[in-house]
């Protein structure tokens, strides 16, 4: 098998399964592509796009083809040496009737063998909650669904079981209440149900049930039920009395879907109610979830994993460390064939700004968000963020964007995590109580220190562990003290202080074994689990929707409240990674991102063009004011989504679209309007999504609709058209720098579907979008020259043929990529802030990189994404050693070495828009 060098993730679904990406695999090694990155695989609800609602861990999607089409696709990559990555979830599965899991917990409660699998807070404060399970899935409150029949008593003849069902959602009734129901039924039924009733004690009753459950299965096919649904139809009084009773027994609550935030008392993904949290700590949860995936380790059909969503773990270090020592015990039991010396361990982490991924985790790094605002924060000019800050403000009235990360954390800890919140301010309440110098902090003052603690976070998390603080995660706790002692008055500093020291300062392992030691630890691992989805909904799906100084810097794991950053920035993090984690993950796109990335790349050109781009959305307000709408709450669409729409469309203004086009047209406003309903919710200022508002998404969509379809709007549209070709042309010189920086500095080169072409896509669903590989094969085997796809730039096989020649490169010289040193270079001459090149080197290989950055104003008016020659003037590298033009060629042969240590950009950017020269020596 051949060495990690380059991955390709691949989303599957019903729509592209396991075998539809069996014909791909001699196009994705032809390409270069080492191993396959695949979504997660088990299996999952029913329709899933992503597969991270997982029901069923224990086997491989049906819907994918099962394992049989995953061997046959293993199959495929193995006759050309590829491997296959496989995407994971630990923290969470889907909760529903789909899952057998969770229907068993809620049939049998804390009797259930899956009890402790999920994480549920049994013991609550609240008396409606002891002991049960709140499941907020109804419609509408509950008095008033169970009034309407909406929740009505059903019966599954396969199994012989009961169960309640509201439109998709079923909820089982407990088989030890069945004696009640039967009571309503003939002579069988009731002594069946007597026995039955004799399953309200033993920690055996679920196994019991078995046997019983068949014979009522039998007893009902020969005696009609329906006595039984009459006396429980709660249109009537009687049913209404009777049914609420039943349910009242259950060991869950029903309870109306916006009772979630408040009163959830178990840990979901985030605030989605439709994924629950797993206690993966836990050694059976963690053999029982991982099982399938092992056993696909231990057959060689799996060679490396991606961890989805890490810091939602309870111990993250524990468990990459525990995953470890398993799959590491796993590499014997492979077959010759697929041997391997290492398995790779990706961590899905959003890391803060200085923050770096702990290395006694023993993974190989994360999934390369961090890449991505690396290199976009190389690609924009730091000149124009005070023009583009100013129209910001004057057009939008919003804060600056750390203030709007603090509104909307406050926010969200008030409204969807609202019930996370209390229970970890009830968890400190209980360690306040365990200490007689603390006993007297209130309830109320406890809580506003620790949210304004949250609020002021600087990272998703921090490690607690029984040692207390790694001292990795000191500086970034400060951090928070110190913002949540500035809005706080002091009468709170002292609850603060003692926050400090619970929440890490003092190790719970000093504490003597009992209760106060497992409250406290109790209480570390809530907060942490909190900070992460706070951080989460905050930033990526609430601020970067409310605020757009320039989109191309509102990205995941994207450092948002900076703008740019300097070369030495880019080199000094390519040291840390060679150093730390060599094979780390560079993405530039993902799955999850809101932008493609070649959209942030044409977005950055606005940072060269800040004064330009505020005076065409001067022009373009004043073009639209026929279009917008005035409601009762405003104008429609409001000035700040407005702009934020004009910055969308010119990142994502397809290259060959015909503005006489109505097809293409109403295709593109298809998209729009897709992406804006998303974008106005996730903002949750003029609507959300637990309260959209109708009437302003409607205007806002017929805005864009009117622009893009209307004849009275056809000045706007080709204003904006023009725009976004003014800018296409230095976007995609910076999209072509991207990717060459991706795929040449140290770590391992992640491609995402289809951007091998370009990629104009905008937040998912678009950005899952079905891909077109038919043509990419197509170009692949084309057999244009350079200059031709040059000139042929918008069609995008200039990238992919880029791609291909690296890709080709990295595994002729994989160690050189991987492993060899990195050593930044000296730029000289005029444009020299417009140049960023480094060289890799090991013994007897060298490889010298060079791009170009802020480009616009050297590329002038050209019509392809190339400088001319002659606009470098005496810009040059300063090599280390000198290349000889006998041993070293650039990309497509470009012959611009010369026996010298100075190469100058005039010639070595002559023929292609970016250059990698390769020397062996």
């Known amino acids: 098998m051949k060495a990690l060098t380059a991955t390709l993730r691949l989303q599957f679904h019903a729509d592209f399964s396991l075998d539809d990406a069996v014909p791909l695999v001699p196009y994705f090694a032809r390409l ?40 046959r696709l293993v199959a495929a990559l193995r006759l050309h040496g590829m491997g296959l990555i496989l995407d994971m979830v630990s923290n969470h599965m889907a909760v529903g009737s789909d899952n057998p899991w969770w229907q068993d917990l809620l049939a049998w409660g804390r009797r259930s063998r899956y009890a402790e699998f999920f994480d549920i807070q049994w013991h609550s404060p609240d008396p409606l909650l002891e002991g049960q399970l709140l499941l907020p899935f109804l419609a509408s409150d509950y008095g008033a669904v169970l009034q309407a029949g ?53 920690a055996d009753a679920p196994l019991r049930a078995r046997p019983l459950l068949a014979e009522l299965a039998a007893v009902a096919r020969q005696q009609p039920l329906d006595d039984v649904f009459t006396a429980f139809d709660s249109r009537t009084p009687e049913g209404f009395k009777r049914l609420h009773a039943l349910l009242e027994r259950q060991p869950y609550r029903l309870a109306s879907w916006r009772t979630a935030g408040d009163d959830i008392n178990w840990r979901r993904f985030f605030d989605v109610n439709e994924l629950g949290g797993l206690r993966v700590e836990r050694a059976a949860v963690f053999e029982a979830t991982h099982s399938k995936v092992f056993e696909l380790i231990g057959r060689g059909l799996v060679d490396g994993l991606r961890v989805d969503h890490i810091d939602g773990l309870a111990d993250p270090r524990g468990y990459c ?152 995660d000191e500086a970034f706790f400060q951090q928070a003290m110190r913002g949540a002692r500035q809005c706080l008055s002091e009468a709170d500093w002292p609850v603060l202080d003692y926050l400090q020291r619970w929440l890490g300062g003092e ?136 702009l934020l729409l004009y910055q969308t469309l010119l990142g994502s203004w397809p290259l060959d679209l015909d503005e006489n086009d109505p097809t293409a047209l109403e295709a593109y406003a298809q998209r729009l309007c897709q992406w804006q309903r998303k974008a106005l919710r996730e903002a949750k200022l003029r609507s959300s999504w637990s309260a959209p508002n109708e009437a302003y998404e409607r205007a806002c969509l017929d805005f864009i609709d009117t622009l893009l379809l209307e004849r009275a709007s056809q000045q706007l549209r080709h204003s904006l058209a023009e725009a976004a070709q003014a800018i296409a042309c230095p976007g995609a010189l910076n999209s072509l720098a991207q990717c060459l920086l991706r795929m040449t500095a140290p770590g391992v080169p992640d491609l995402y579907q289809g951007n091998e072409f370009w990629d104009f896509s905008l937040v998912d669903p678009d950005n899952r979008r079905p891909v077109d590989f038919a043509s990419r094969r197509q170009a692949l085997v ?34 050189l ?81 010369t026996a010298s240590k100075e190469l100058w950009l005039s010639t070595a950017l002559k023929e292609f828009p970016v250059n990698l020269f390769v020397e062996h020596t």
């Open 507 to 642: 190790p719970w392992c000093r504490l003597p074994p009992g209760r106060p030691r497992k409250h406290l630890r109790h209480a570390c691992v809530r907060f942490q689990q909190l900070t992460s989805p706070t951080a989460a909904k905050a930033v990526e799906d609430t601020a970067f929707y409310r605020s757009a100084l320039l989109l191309s810097r509102n990205d995941v794991g994207f450092d948002a409240e900076r703008f740019s950053a300097p070369i030495e920035d880019f080199h000094q993090h390519c040291l840390v990674r060679l150093e730390q984690f060599p094979d780390n993950l560079l993405a530039t796109a993902t799955h999850d991102h809101k932008r493609g990335e070649d959209t942030r790349a044409r977005l950055a050109v606005l940072s060269e063009r800040s004064s330009w781009f505020a005076s065409r959305v001067e022009h373009w307000r004043e073009l639209a004011s026929p279009l917008r709408s005035t409601l009762a709450d405003g104008e429609a669409p409001g000035a700040a989504d407005e």
């Open 321 to 472: 460390r525990k995953l470890r020592r398993r799959v590491d015990g796993l590499l014997a039991q492979r077959p010759l064939e697929a041997a391997l010396e290492h398995f790779p361990i990706f961590v899905e982490k959003i890391l803060g700004a200085d923050e770096q991924l702990h290395r006694d985790w023993q993974v190989d790094g994360t999934t390369g968000y961090e890449f991505m605002n690396q290199v976009s924060l190389l690609q924009h000019d730091p000149d124009g963020e005070g023009e583009l800050a100013a129209l910001w403000s004057a057009v939008s009235d919003r804060p600056e964007f750390t203030e709007e990360v603090r509104l909307a954390r406050q926010q969200i800890l008030s409204a969807s995590l609202a019930g996370d919140f209390e229970s970890v301010s009830q968890a400190l309440l209980q360690v306040a109580r365990d200490d007689l110098m603390s006993r007297d902090l209130t309830f109320g003052a406890i809580r506003r220190a620790l949210q304004a603690l949250i609020e002021h976070y600087p990272v998703y998390r921090t490690y607690i562990n029984a040692c207390g603080r790694p001292a990795e």
């Open 32 to 71: 270069g592509i080492s191993h396959l990155y695949a979504s997660p695989l088990l299996r999952a609800r029913p329709g899933s796009r992503h597969g991270y609602d997982v029901v069923d861990p224990g086997q491989v999607s049906p819907e994918l083809g099962g394992e049989a089409a995953l061997e």
């Open 817 to 897: 990529f991987l492993r060899g040193q990195y050593l930044p270079l000296e730029v000289r001459g005029r444009h020299a802030d417009r140049v960023l090149a480094f060289a890799r080197v090991t013994a007897g290989e060298r490889a010298i990189v060079v791009v170009p950055r802020l480009a616009w104003g050297l590329l002038a008016q050209s019509p392809i994404p190339l400088i001319p020659a002659q606009n470098w003037d005496d810009t040059r590298l300063i090599l280390p050693f000198a290349l000889s033009p006998a041993t070293c060629s650039g990309l497509f042969a470009t012959g611009a070495v």
């Open 150 to 202: 909406e929740i009505p008593l059903r019966f599954d003849a396969a199994t012989g079981q009961f169960h309640i069902q509201h439109h998709e959602h079923r909820f089982p009734i407990c088989p030890a209440d069945y004696g009640v129901i039967l009571t309503n039924g003939g002579a069988a039924l009731q002594e069946l149900g007597t026995r039955l009733s004799g399953l309200r004690s033993g």
């Open 782 to 815: 084309d057999g244009t020259t350079t200059a031709q796809r040059l000139q042929d730039w918008r069609s995008g096989r200039i990238k992919q043929a880029l791609i291909n020649q690296v890709l080709e490169w990295r595994q002729q010289y994989p160690q």
